[in-house]
């Protein structure tokens, strides 16, 4: 069953989106930007990249309809491998991304009685095997400073080993990668608990914009699909207490109705 997605990519958050289109919009821009876009006279605009992370289901799915005008491209990670590595390279990095002291940003999606964030871990096992799981977005554990800095914090900052094990973390992904560019028709399919993404940096034109003939320029388009089942339906055995629950992984806010847009919004 498809579970919605709102951060992965340069969409900006709608509620229980089901199918999401990675795809430029005004609102992926940072503010600065927003404001300063006059998307009648820009040509190109610059998306940042992604850094190495995982999503929130267990299979994700992506269909390349378009591409950028440059840039844009994949690169994926095995967990285990990362892991094997940091065992023999980095064994304190191990110890710091295995120790469940982690907070991570819940981004403002949050549900009745719930905090604005959650704590865990970054790599941990199946419950009852031995298998090696990664859950982390770099985005969402450092982007608390509202919670864990100045008087009021709630929350201890980063660590300085924490700092650490996130750049590691990123060293190791980026040497071990592979390195993929969907065509159009494309469709890259990940194990998402063993298998780290990234996405280098893009330029896109912005919409509306026309080629010389006066027909509209072709934009980076890409379709999303998440997918994960219960315990109960065959689903893997996470830690996590959703795992047997009927509407397991995604980002879940309460009894926000689903939808399903037929273009990015
Ligand atoms: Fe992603």
């Keep these: 069953m ?25 609102l992926a821009l940072p503010q600065r930007e927003q404001s300063a876009s006059n998307e009648s006279t820009l040509l190109t605009l610059a998306l940042r990249r992604q850094y190495f992370h995982t999503d929130g289901a ?3 799915g992506l269909l390349c309809i378009s591409k950028s005008l440059s840039g844009g491209e994949s690169d994926i990670a095995s967990t285990h491998h990362i892991y094997n590595t940091l065992q023999r390279e980095h064994p304190d990095v191990i110890e710091t991304l295995t120790t469940p002291n982690w907070y991570f940003d819940r981004k403002g999606e949050v549900g009745e009685g719930q905090d604005p964030w959650y704590k865990s871990s ?4 199946e419950r009852d095997g031995n298998r090696v799981w990664n859950k982390i977005d770099p985005n969402n554990v450092t982007s608390l400073g509202r919670f864990n800095t100045g008087p009021d914090a709630v929350i201890p900052p980063l660590s300085a080993a924490q700092l650490h094990a996130l750049q590691i973390l990123e060293e ?7 390195h993929m560019i969907l065509e ?9 608990g063993h298998v780290l993404h990234a996405r280098t940096a893009y330029k896109d034109w912005p919409a509306g914009s026309v080629d010389e003939n006066g ?22 055995k996470t830690p996590f207490h959703d795992s047997d629950v009927k509407k397991r992984g995604g980002i879940q806010v309460g009894d926000v ?6 273009d990015a919004e």
């Design 2 to 26: 498809p579970r919605r997605k709102t951060e992965c990519a340069s969409i900006a958050p709608t509620p229980s989106t089901y199918l999401p289109h990675p795809r430029y919009t005004r």
């Design 58 to 60: 267990d299979l994700v």
């Design 122 to 125: 970054i790599l941990y096992t």
């Design 172 to 178: 190791t992904a980026t040497k071990l990668a592979l």
């Design 184 to 192: 159009p028709g494309d469709i890259q399919l990940l194990a998402n």
């Design 215 to 236: 027909r509209e320029r072709v934009r980076r388009h890409l379709m999303r699909l998440w997918l994960a089942v219960p315990e109960s339906e065959g689903g893997l």
């Design 257 to 262: 109705a689903p939808v399903c847009p037929l």
